[in-house]
């Protein structure tokens, strides 16, 4: 499946939950599939800290350029696009197309840096409701999303409850636990104590905070991966092992790196300073943090959740301890509180979060009969 | 009880498991109670990451002065300075008075910083034993230790085991998971990356790599804590509330913190770094990474324990995910495959692993029983 993303420019004002204001903002998007004529296949997909609206099939000539959710979404797979007329979406604030801080702020004429507003997973949606309009979709047979993205396809189902037929929200929660909080701090401020991040307006300066970028990977890193897949994965093997040395070669070196963990970390940190952007990792990791639907509702999710009308689908997995299965529960509780129809998948799988990206056979068949079941009138 | 610190010379060389030597070294101790004339009621406590030798007792005219044990250690308390003659010792490469990166290398005349040599829980045992020599105490009652000073006691076990009667082993694990090493490898890049650190050559720069201790002492701290009882202290708290705001104040800042779990922990890593040595932090995070007796016995851990002559205490609580439970009984199955005399209690505590120095009363019951039975020939 080859696919062009797209761009859309909206001139009018978007509102934001923090009191400012956003004009003039892109979206960028992708669409696979047709919609029909009744324009009720339409499928969204949220995206979650560092994905895009490059969720399904590859770019002309760029042979490995699949999308994030690729082995998901396509002609013939889970969520079929023979079937459904998919829509990916960048969100704002992020660096891959989207408006984010990295662009120049029209009141100003300056780039946003670290003015550009503190978007909320509420702003999003918002947003992204305003690109279903501009493309004639008043509702969609379903929103889905994991992790971060699943907080926005709940966020859907109470901001646009008529808009929405099915929301499958996947390795997600009903908000961030202070653990969780934490990590995202520890990483926020290993960007913003990096000399090179100036405040946030380090574009100005010729400057990437690269240092706090690949720390705060790291750390995002581990919190992805369960326990027992990285012991099995790395466990304690040698660098100089994998290079064919023996196993009593320590370095006693504290700056070297000794173990596989360690190389895979830094690779990964590495990788990750090269395109993502710092201002943005601060945006999305604070919207994480603030999403908290029950919270206008003194903590009571149930209450929260009563402007819902669509049905649900909930998945977790067994080893996420990021986003554990009884964060999943908690909203499947409230859910059914509401006399909701929920279907709710607890997959008794290794990979932590990450299994949400992954092919596992239990997981992909939930999704794909999920879907199977969602009516779509021609 | 006032305490006061003392400091042992060593002129003599100190293999080190590296293959470097250290000459010319001091160790700092404290000791507590009176070694009796069969000098048979000696007991060592090895400390953890940021410890030191004042495990117990006060400094004259310093009131909150405590020991980092105090609670555990003293006259009347679970290890009762009235029976027994204990120990604290701080190990080469920390920053509390023995010999570290912060001194001058004799062999060169300049501060040893990034050339301190990597020290191994084996190393420090050994020194531990040459203090012990100095000391006239041939056998120890006991050696006890939590977290990486539990590693030190197994280590005693091993390396000397006609000089030890008990080990008590302490939220401690046979070695460490890739998680582990992985949490420690961040601390490390955020410390080695930050530009005041000069390759570990900061103390000629006049600069501290506080930007780097901060990261790591923050991630630290979250996992020395449980997630539950991270909720339960801080949960979604903003900080604004603590201050007699209302909790509809989002300040909408990815920069300020903003929840109370935020401030605590800028505020833990704000302390740490005004008083903790960067190079001690690599150093003795290395020697946890390294830490694994069974490594020599193609992973076999019984194998390796088979040396053991003593008895042993081995403590875990239910909560700590640093050091698991099941990482301690893996040693409690390997010393019973050795039909080694061991107890195990397993303390459903909330507090992670923090739990083992803190007061609980099912916790000091175990230990003061358990030194009630040593028995001391006066």
Redesign the interface.
């Given at each position: 499946m080859i696919v062009t993303p797209q761009s859309m420019q909206f001139k009018a004002s978007l509102p934001l939950?923090?009191?400012a204001a956003l004009r003039d903002y892109a979206l960028s998007f992708e669409t696979y599939g047709e919609l029909n004529a009744a324009r009720s296949n339409a499928v969204l997909i949220c995206h979650a800290l560092n994905a895009s609206h490059h969720v399904a099939g590859r770019y002309a000539g760029q042979d490995k350029s699949e999308g994030w959710w690729d082995n998901m979404i396509g002609p013939g797979k889970p969520l079929d696009t023979d079937k459904f007329f998919v829509i990916g979406v960048n969100n704002l604030g992020s660096c891959f197309g989207s408006t984010g801080p990295m662009h120049t702020n029209p009141d100003t004429g300056r780039i946003y840096g670290?003015d550009f507003?503190?978007v909320t997973v509420e702003d999003w949606v918002n947003a992204q409701a305003r690109l279903l309009d501009a493309l004639g979709i008043q509702t969609l047979a379903a929103v889905m999303g994991g992790s971060l993205g699943g907080m926005q396809a709940l966020s859907w189902a109470l901001q646009y409850p008529e808009r929405v037929r099915h929301a499958v929200v996947i390795a997600s929660a009903p908000?961030?636990?202070?653990?969780n909080?934490?990590?995202n701090?520890?990483a926020?401020?290993?960007i913003?104590?990096?000399?090179d991040f100036h405040?946030?307006h380090f574009y100005a300066h010729g400057t990437v905070p690269k240092?706090g970028l690949?720390?705060a990977r790291?750390?995002g890193?581990?919190t992805y991966?369960s326990?027992d897949v990285?012991?099995e994965?790395?466990?304690?093997q040698l660098i100089a092992a994998a290079k064919g040395g023996g196993?009593?070669d320590?370095l006693?070196?504290?700056?070297e790196?000794?173990?596989q963990?360690?190389s895979y970390?830094?690779y990964q940190?590495d990788k990750f300073a090269e395109y993502f952007d710092a201002?943005t990792y601060?945006?999305i990791?604070?919207a994480l943090?603030?999403f908290?639907p029950a919270?206008?509702y003194g903590g009571d999710l149930s209450h929260a959740l009563a402007r819902a009308r669509c049905k649900f689908l909930l998945v977790s997995f067994s080893t996420d301890w990021r986003f554990a299965p009884k964060r999943s529960r908690e909203i499947v509780k409230a859910l059914l509180h509401n006399r909701l129809g929920v279907s709710y998948a607890e997959i008794d799988a290794p990979h932590g979060h990450d299994a949400f990206l992954l092919d596992d056979p239990r997981y992909t068949s939930v999704i794909r009969s999920y879907f199977d079941s969602v009516e779509v009138t021609p």
């Amino acid at each position: 499946m080859i696919v062009t993303p797209q761009s859309m420019q909206f001139k009018a004002s978007l509102p934001l939950q923090c009191g400012a204001a956003l004009r003039d903002y892109a979206l960028s998007f992708e669409t696979y599939g047709e919609l029909n004529a009744a324009r009720s296949n339409a499928v969204l997909i949220c995206h979650a800290l560092n994905a895009s609206h490059h969720v399904a099939g590859r770019y002309a000539g760029q042979d490995k350029s699949e999308g994030w959710w690729d082995n998901m979404i396509g002609p013939g797979k889970p969520l079929d696009t023979d079937k459904f007329f998919v829509i990916g979406v960048n969100n704002l604030g992020s660096c891959f197309g989207s408006t984010g801080p990295m662009h120049t702020n029209p009141d100003t004429g300056r780039i946003y840096g670290a003015d550009f507003p503190v978007v909320t997973v509420e702003d999003w949606v918002n947003a992204q409701a305003r690109l279903l309009d501009a493309l004639g979709i008043q509702t969609l047979a379903a929103v889905m999303g994991g992790s971060l993205g699943g907080m926005q396809a709940l966020s859907w189902a109470l901001q646009y409850p008529e808009r929405v037929r099915h929301a499958v929200v996947i390795a997600s929660a009903p908000n961030l636990t202070a653990e969780n909080i934490a990590f995202n701090e520890v990483a926020r401020r290993a960007i913003a104590t990096d000399p090179d991040f100036h405040g946030g307006h380090f574009y100005a300066h010729g400057t990437v905070p690269k240092r706090g970028l690949r720390i705060a990977r790291m750390i995002g890193h581990i919190t992805y991966l369960s326990d027992d897949v990285m012991n099995e994965k790395f466990g304690r093997q040698l660098i100089a092992a994998a290079k064919g040395g023996g196993q009593d070669d320590y370095l006693f070196s504290t700056l070297e790196a000794e173990f596989q963990i360690e190389s895979y970390l830094r690779y990964q940190g590495d990788k990750f300073a090269e395109y993502f952007d710092a201002n943005t990792y601060l945006l999305i990791t604070r919207a994480l943090d603030y999403f908290d639907p029950a919270r206008t509702y003194g903590g009571d999710l149930s209450h929260a959740l009563a402007r819902a009308r669509c049905k649900f689908l909930l998945v977790s997995f067994s080893t996420d301890w990021r986003f554990a299965p009884k964060r999943s529960r908690e909203i499947v509780k409230a859910l059914l509180h509401n006399r909701l129809g929920v279907s709710y998948a607890e997959i008794d799988a290794p990979h932590g979060h990450d299994a949400f990206l992954l092919d596992d056979p239990r997981y992909t068949s939930v999704i794909r009969s999920y879907f199977d079941s969602v009516e779509v009138t021609p």
